[in-house]
């Protein structure tokens, strides 16, 4: 039984090139799945669970160049020389550069250049994903007027779904959302949607902060909710990288999720899961300080 995504039915193939492989075993390491040693030799059992998934951690791994896998969009070809330990960001300079990220809410009239969402676009796709391939799909709003007419729909969806802050609707939608969910809804989403809807009649984009670019990842049925927001993460830090800002921007997720109208016109599957956009431009402030940040709570267990 293959595990399935939405554009995977079956196991990927794999191919021990005997002539190359010494049975070394250093592939079973990284995978519990399809590889094992019996007897000293390497074995390929497509029987195990799901058979392979395609994560290609086994051609990574294998120093002999012996291993090739074919399917679930992995290729032999997609393995490259790793980046030597120089080449690769230490501690410190992520750190630093996660310490000096900020939201930014103001963004200088000036496009992102396709090269440069081509290298945010390429930074987000080497996220890990619940289960490859990945089931992540990115909608690319290139430039202001795009932005802007994504943000228009989205407030027009805002406007149809109006009634469910109202009180009918909160009381009917109750059970379902939950204490928390009922507050949030009356106090924060509400209010928020109202002030979006009224800005957007003066002109005034409090969505997407008149950003000239917006990204909305979003998953498929079979993702991870998790896969489209550890995408959008990684796409911000590079982007933080690239001397860009960002600002992730929640709303558009249940608009998508809920609105068929919004779906059909950005071909968006009905049973997608919410996403996270994230805008991005060049920042048109400067912060002077960092800021130091909490969890709720860091136990030992
Ligand atoms: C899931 C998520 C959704 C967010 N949605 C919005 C949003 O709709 N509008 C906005 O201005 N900021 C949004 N933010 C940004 C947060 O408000 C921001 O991260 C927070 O104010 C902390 O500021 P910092 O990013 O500068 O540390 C969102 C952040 C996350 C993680």
């Known amino acids: 039984m293959a595990l399935r995504t939405s554009r995977a039915y079956a196991p990927a193939e794999v191919v021990i090139d005997r002539s190359r492989c010494n049975n070394c075993g250093i592939c079973t390491k990284v ?20 058979g392979c998934i395609g994560c290609g951690q086994c051609v990574a791994a294998c120093p002999e160049d012996a291993i090739r896998v074919e399917g679930r969009d992995f290729h032999t070809a997609d393995s490259f020389p790793i980046p030597s330990r120089e080449e690769r960001a230490d501690f410190q300079s992520l750190l630093k550069l996660f310490q000096a990220r900020r939201s930014i809410r103001r963004f200088r009239p000036r496009e992102v ?3 440069v969402i081509g290298q945010i676009i390429d930074a987000a796709s080497t996220a890990p994903m619940g289960v490859p391939p990945s089931d992540v799909s990115v909608l690319v709003f290139r430039t202001r007027e795009k932005v802007e007419q994504f943000a228009a729909d989205l407030l027009d969806s805002m406007r149809r779904m109006r009634w469910m802050f109202t009180m009918p609707g909160l009381l009917l939608m109750r059970p379902l959302i939950g204490k928390e969910g009922y507050e949030s809804f009356e106090e924060f989403v509400g209010p928020l949607v109202d002030t979006y809807l009224e800005e957007h009649e003066r002109g005034v984009d409090m969505l997407f902060y008149d950003a000239p670019l917006a990204l ?4 498929s049925a079979y993702a991870d909710p998790a896969d489209p927001i550890i995408a959008a993460t990684y796409g911000m830090l590079a982007a933080e990288s690239l001397g860009l800002g960002s600002c992730m921007i929640g709303l558009p997720g249940p608009c998508m999720k809920n609105d068929p109208r919004l779906r059909t016109k950005y071909k968006v599957p009905k049973n997608c899961q919410p ?3 994230i805008v991005f431009g060049y920042p048109d402030v400067k912060f002077r300080h960092a800021v130091r940040r909490r969890f709720a709570e860091v136990r030992e267990c």
Request: aromatic share 14%; charged share 15%.
């Open 216 to 219: 909305y990842f979003y998953g």
């Open 31 to 50: 995978c519990n799945m399809t590889l094992s040693m019996r007897a000293g030799e390497l074995i390929v059992d497509q029987s195990r669970l799901w």
């Open 113 to 115: 250049p396709p090269e």
């Open 275 to 277: 996403g996270l956009a």
